[in-house]
């Protein structure tokens, strides 16, 4: 199993730009998340998925966009780049749909806005 | 509106000690706890994960407790390698699915 993959490892977009971070896992998790990590902090929820067409906002949403058309995907998009959306970001799933949800992450996608 | 927190922020210690590392939250009502090891530049590593349920989990030298009602969970690292450097978060599951993380114990184990 390749656990929880994320692509691309490294970007750098310009302002106003916009692109999607790619995550996809072949557990068969029902539970997705995305988190951003800035320097020196804890990860904030950008975005979760408890299944296949169902997203609910995290804690910083605002500029980001998501779907989850099947149970392996959940893409993050941003629209339009700004510099505060420099970070690195992380994917991550667990087990469905249970109390006891063991986290698995993938290895992040360090993002530079300029 | 769920808060985590964690303290130490950072610690350093010399190999052979033994640890405690703390983490609080505000709000009770959780599904379980996880706590987790990042290296730099890395993903992160789930350690133990303890159940609402639960008291504590053990895996090899870590030993972490739940206290529900108090809001506060600990990792306990005995006999610690410089090995065992890295940043420690712990996360906590909401009754709405969320999973919310403190802000990392940074800790450096020296020979």
């Known amino acids: 199993n390749a656990g929880v993959t994320q692509t691309p490892k490294f970007r750098i977009l310009k302002i106003g730009q916009s692109m999607t971070l790619q995550c996809a896992q072949d557990?068969?998790?029902?539970?997705m998340y995305w988190y951003r990590q800035d320097p020196g902090m804890g990860l904030k929820l950008i975005y979760y998925?408890?299944?296949?067409?169902?997203?609910d906002k995290g804690e910083v949403p605002n500029g980001y966009n998501v779907s989850r058309s099947t149970t392996e995907d959940f893409p993050l998009r941003l629209e339009l780049a700004a510099p505060s959306q420099t970070s690195v970001y992380f994917c991550?799933?667990?087990?469905?749909?249970?109390?006891?949800?063991?986290?698995?992450f993938g290895e992040g996608s360090r993002l530079t806005v300029l | 509106k769920q808060e985590v927190t964690q303290i130490p922020a950072a610690l350093s210690v010399p190999e052979g000690e033994n640890l405690v590392l703390n983490c609080s939250f505000t709000?009770?009502?959780?599904?379980?706890l996880q706590w987790f090891r990042q290296d730099p530049g890395k993903g992160l590593t789930s350690l133990l994960l303890?159940?609402?349920?639960?008291r504590e989990q053990t895996s090899g030298r870590l030993n972490a407790s739940l206290d529900k009602s108090s809001g506060r969970s600990t990792l306990y690292i005995a006999a610690s390698q410089p090995g065992d450097s890295a940043t420690y978060l712990c996360?906590?599951?909401?009754?709405?699915?969320?999973?919310?993380f403190g802000t990392g114990t940074r800790l450096q184990v020296f020979p």
């Open positions: 996360a906590v599951k909401t009754n709405t699915d969320k999973l919310i």
């Open positions: 998925s408890v299944g296949a067409g169902i997203t």
């Open positions: 303890i159940q609402s349920s639960q």
């Open positions: 557990m068969n998790h029902n539970y």
């Open positions: 709000d009770s009502a959780i599904y379980n």
């Open positions: 991550a799933s667990s087990y469905p749909g249970t109390s006891a949800g063991e986290l698995f």
